[in-house]
């Protein structure tokens, strides 16, 4: 008998946060010496969101504009961000991480990737299989893609397709 989506969900609730945790100390534990773990995070969004405002970055950190503003410029002067004018908005100021920002990322997400490889490797490759497979479903169903969010939409409208 197939699984229920409820049973899935509660076990992508259950191990989904074991995983982060993983990800995240591994992470931590490769950054840049004398970087904050905010600041760290603001350098590995930036790699995934170049060009991204102030307001956005303090969004996905949860803090402050002024807080936010503060950390950039620290980031600044450490030359890891830089400042520059958004495409086409002259007023939009777009932070990005500078060559030594992601060095310093890209340093600290090989090595996690080689420690997740480690890990992984105690997986029969059929065990393998099955995990690459499963996160591109999940992939696609949480990406930010509108053609997916127009298909949640109609198998939400019509249950029985």
Not at 40 to 55: D, H, M, P, Q, T
Not at 68 to 85: C, E, F, H, P, Y
Not at 92 to 120: K, Y
Not at 136 to 149: K, T
């Amino acid at each position: 008998m197939a699984p229920s989506p409820d049973e899935c969900a509660r076990s992508v609730l259950e191990t989904v946060p074991m995983v982060m945790r993983a990800i995240r100390q591994e992470m931590r534990s490769h950054r840049e010496s004398g970087l904050s773990v905010p600041q760290f995070r603001v350098l590995i969004y930036l790699a995934r969101n170049e060009g991204a405002s102030l307001s956005e970055v303090a969004g996905h950190l949860g803090l402050t504009l002024p807080a936010t503003s503060k950390m950039i410029d620290v980031l600044v002067a450490r030359n890891l961000v830089s400042r520059g004018r958004a495409p086409g908005d002259r007023r939009r100021v777009a932070l990005a991480p500078t060559e030594l920002g992601r060095s310093s990322t890209r340093t600290a997400r090989e090595a996690t990737q080689s420690r997740l490889a480690e890990r992984l490797a105690l997986l029969a490759p059929s065990e393998l299989s099955t995990v690459l497979s499963a996160l591109g479903a999940l992939g696609s169903i949480f990406s930010s893609d509108p053609q997916i969010a127009t298909r949640e939409k109609e198998q939400h409208a019509n249950p029985g397709n």
